[in-house]
């Protein structure tokens, strides 16, 4: 099962969006924009047409992380202050975040 979520992930993350946010970025965007941020991400990831093969529901999927995106705001911001956060930190954060709604 653990091979199928690990597929699972990376079709969903195969937009790139989570990708191409580093903290540099980050920690110049308002709230608003950061909002805005995550919820493309969310949007990027469920709608891989990959994911489509699999026995997971995007919708359901999507449901779970848009429940979970002011966790997800701080975790960016709480990653990002504390200023040591590598390149993949919030694709890293944002996948821990599709592994729990998958």
Do not use: H
Not at 80 to 91: E, I, K, P, T, Y
């Amino acid at each position: 099962m653990r091979p199928l979520l690990n597929a699972l992930i990376v079709l969903f993350l195969s937009a790139g969006s989570a990708e191409a946010v580093s903290c540099r970025d980050w920690d110049r965007m308002s709230d608003s924009a950061k909002r805005q941020t995550v919820a493309i991400m969310i949007q990027d990831a469920v709608q891989s047409s990959a994911a489509g093969q699999y026995r997971v529901s995007p919708a359901r999927v999507a449901r779970c992380l848009e429940g979970q995106i002011n966790a997800i705001l701080n975790d960016f911001d709480d990653t990002c202050f504390a200023g040591s956060a590598g390149l993949q930190a919030l694709n890293n954060i944002f996948r821990s975040y599709i592994w729990s709604c998958v």
